[in-house]
T-cell receptor
Framework: EVVMTQSPATLSVSPGERATLSCRAS??????LAWYQQKPGQAPRLLIY???TRATGIPDRFSGSGSGTEFTLTISSLQSEDFAVYYCQQYSKWHTFGQGTRLEIK | EVQLLEAGGGLVQPGGSLRLSCATS????????MSWVRQAPGKGLEWVSG????????FYADSVKGRFTISRDNTRNTLHLQMNSLRAEDTAVYHC?????????????????WGQGTLVAVAS
């Protein structure tokens, strides 16, 4: 099983600042990597797939990069609605998710 | 607007069974592989099972293999998950999720639409 490790577990950032979230795979997943945002009581929302392609309707302040085993989600200027939990998911070898990064207001 | 609506969750004793349903609308179900993904209380996401667009190919996480059965009815735009021999560790919110490709045989993909989920609680 491909193990996905996200860091940090919690990230405190002020509104308007940049947030950088990391995701590492235990083996190469090429570009088969997605990022999701989840708010309390809601379903996950797809942000990025193919490591760097924004999903429909996702603002361009969200960007993804990386390939192989190292991936990054960057939110360029945090808005109040961006504070949530973020998960990465690999879909190269079935599906595994990271444990999540909680993005909180500093 | 694509909609996925789960139903069928509830409280069940260990060893019991439940059948979950996911009603879909506003997209052609038969051209999309579908999955069930669960989330234990306060925990992360875990893929449970997937099914191809035709329903001919099904796959399961090791944790549920032999106990859960995924199926679909494309004429009724519905996905199902039959859960038998339930255990305490199966307690979670179960989401159905739509694959984001138009290849019905592609079981591995990102998920571009999710239902709100239905809670399954296994306890005596």
């Amino acid at each position: 099983e491909v193990v996905m490790t996200q860091s940090p577990a919690t990230l405190s950032v002020s509104p308007g600042e940049r947030a950088t979230l990391s995701c590492r795979a235990s083996e190469s997943v090429s570009s088969a990597l997605a990022w999701y945002q989840q708010k309390p009581g809601q379903a996950p929302r797809l942000l990025i797939y193919g490591a760097s392609t924004r999903a429909t309707g996702i603002p361009d302040r969200f960007s993804g990069s990386g390939s192989g085993t190292e991936f990054t989600l960057t939110i360029s200027s945090l808005q109040s609605e961006d504070f949530a939990v973020y998960y990465c998911q690999q879909y190269s070898k079935w599906h595994t998710f990271g444990q999540g990064t909680r993005l909180e207001i500093k | 607007e694509v909609q996925l609506l789960e139903a069928g969750g509830g409280l069940v004793q260990p060893g019991g069974s439940l059948r979950l349903s996911c009603a879909t609308s506003a997209f052609n179900l038969r051209v999309h592989a579908m999955s069930w993904v669960r989330q234990a209380p306060g925990k992360g996401l875990e893929w449970v099972s997937g099914i191809s667009g035709s329903g001919e190919r099904t796959f399961y996480a090791d944790s549920v293999k032999g106990r859960f059965t995924i199926s679909r009815d494309n004429t009724r735009n519905t996905l199902h998950l039959q859960m038998n021999s339930l255990r305490a560790e199966d307690t979670a919110v179960y989401h159905c999720a739509k694959g984001n490709t138009n290849d019905p045989d592609r079981l591995t993909s990102a998920y571009d639409s999710w239902g709100q989920g239905t809670l399954v609680a296994v306890a005596s």
